[in-house]
């Protein structure tokens, strides 16, 4: 899990004082398509978890259609990120196969 941590370099998906709202649901749909993973940034929590957080963003994303089973990847309190991913993401993290390896990108034709 830290080698994907640390493959997504900054959080591409920022949520403000007043927590999620459609538009975040709608841009976290759109990053996954494009990126896979994405890491998210919490400001000014205000009592609630980051697993709160990423429920709420999730159920914003789903609502606005075409994608499901958004999974939590990794949580970083300290840091105010969690990070997640379309379905399907944690078992390839376990099974080591994301992210990939350079070597990987290169067989698979990604230079």
Known sequence: M???WRFIKKPLLRLGSKGAAPSHG???RELLKTHKVVKVKVNNRRGITLEEAFENLR?????SGMIEGIE????RPSEN???CGVKGTLKL?????YPQS???HDDAGYS
């Open 59 to 63: 159920n914003l994303a789903e609502a």
């Open 72 to 75: 939590l990847l990794r949580t």
């Open 102 to 104: 350079s070597t990987q």
């Open 93 to 97: 993290i376990e099974d080591g196969e």
């Open 81 to 83: 990120l969690f990070m």
């Open 26 to 28: 709608n841009s976290l």
């Open 2 to 4: 830290e080698m994907a």
